[in-house]
């Protein structure tokens, strides 16, 4: 084990992500401080943690984004270096600058990756002029009197997108030429509203791609490698719902030309720590999407086929460490799956649920990680994003882990708050899904896997049961003060 400049991290995030970065702390004997809003105060990362900081705001995700807060919390719990995780201000350069002016290190990429990287308008001209891909589009900023027109000559369909989008929020889909207009009206007001930037471009829309990235890590002596790629093609509304490592159904020529290009991009970008370079396959051809300038949700799967702690080498480049490892010493070995649990409704639109975790129960097996931010009896709440947890499966062919992701969905036992699990498990059991014929429009080529299972007579039998326990009926027929008070009433 290689010696640290620092021997606590704050961890300035929550939920899964928080547990999983506090376990890798553990094992390389650090001390984990976090910060926390009032809502997560008994979740289990703020349990793990050696120390943990409140932080408040006008809302719970604002408490998160709270820069000078979190610097302070950092100064009294006298870390020397802060891990984002992902989301909040994990993509945000004022937000790692501030925390380099604060002589503590940051654990991602320098400020100046993120700003060039982050941005998708500056990346994609950036990648460009370096002779990478990139799909043809229409960049507003070029010349904004004519961009409207510009993008019209690519013709339809088109997509809408926000410079610093992300999660599909300010995207907008163009079928029909007549509405351009109206989708580059509502996307520029999304990402001002979620991003606070309205900047826009505009790039064919391609109906049936593949969305394939590649996992880079780079250090401060000029290396960098690849950790081979991740199909993220299982989508709905722009989000990712199954990931896999390696890619299925691609050559072995074309897995390494899209891993070179990954690389490639990432030192042209100088680019230190972990990232993922994004890509949009056409058939044969593959263009930039875009590059993740973080920690990714997804990095599981890639631990498993190359058991390589993503987390720990951050930690090791964030203090001054070169990498580990060459190329050649990396290698990969076996099927990764990951699916995410999401407290959300696939039969309705996939709208968010919330409630208690009454019973919380994992399922256990060899190749199985479960990685989750959440404890029994916690409330789950819409204040922010609805994953849960991700079962990830590891297993000689993509099959196997297939089935193995499958089963372990379908023996997850969550009450009280309802998931997308049954979903994931029809997903993965879906004969095209199998095939690794899989696509972005994937989902909503077949509605048949986002409708709800009937009612077996096992579970009709157990909601009879249930009504017929004390509790149960004293809950139902509970009548509150305000409306017992009215006495006998009926609708008009």
Known sequence: MRKLPFDTVLIANRGEIAVRIIKTLRELELRSAIVYHDLDAG???????????????????????DTAQIIAAAREASVGAIHPGYGFLAENAE?????????????????ESIQLMGDKIRARNFVQQNGFPVMHSANEEDDPASFILRARSIGAPLLVKASAGGGGKGMRIVRDLDTLEDAIAEARSEAQRYFGDGRLYIERYIEKLRHIEVQVLGDSFGNVVHLFERECSVQRRFQKVIEEAPASTISPRFRQGI??????IARAANY????????????????????NTRLQVEHPVTEMITGIDIVAEQLYVAGGHELRFSQSDIV??????????????????????????????????????????????????????????KVIVHSRTRNEAALKVERAMRELV????????????????????????????YLDENPQLTAADSASDLSTFLAAAALLTRPVCDSADAVPELHASLGGWRNA
Do not use: W
């Not at 937000?95 to 400020?111: D, H, K, L």
């Not at 997308?420 to 095209?432: I, K, M, P, T, W």
């Open 43 to 65: 979740a289990p990362a703020v349990s793990m943690a050696d120390m943990a900081i409140a932080v408040s705001g006008r809302t719970p995700v604002a408490a998160y984004l």
């Open 95 to 111: 937000f790692a600058r501030a925390v380099v002016e604060s002589g503590i290190a940051f654990v991602g990429p320098t400020p």
């Open 259 to 264: 891993c070179e290009a990954a690389v490639g």
């Open 272 to 291: 230190r720590n972990a990232g993922t370079v994004e890509f949009i396959v056409d058939g044969g051809e593959f263009y930039f999407l875009e590059m």
């Open 332 to 389: 990969s070995k076996g099927h990764a799956i990951e699916a995410r649990m999401y407290a959300e409704a696939p039969e309705r639109g996939f709208a968010p649920t919330t409630g208690k975790v009454l019973v919380l129960e994992y399922p256990d097996g060899p190749g199985l990680r479960i990685d989750s931010g959440i404890s029994q009896g916690q409330q789950i709440t819409t204040a922010f994003d609805p994953l849960l947890a």
């Open 414 to 441: 969550l009450l009280g708050c309802e998931t997308n699990a049954s979903f994931l498990a029809r997903v993965l059991a879906d004969e095209q899904f199998l095939s690794g014929q899989v696509h972005t429009g």
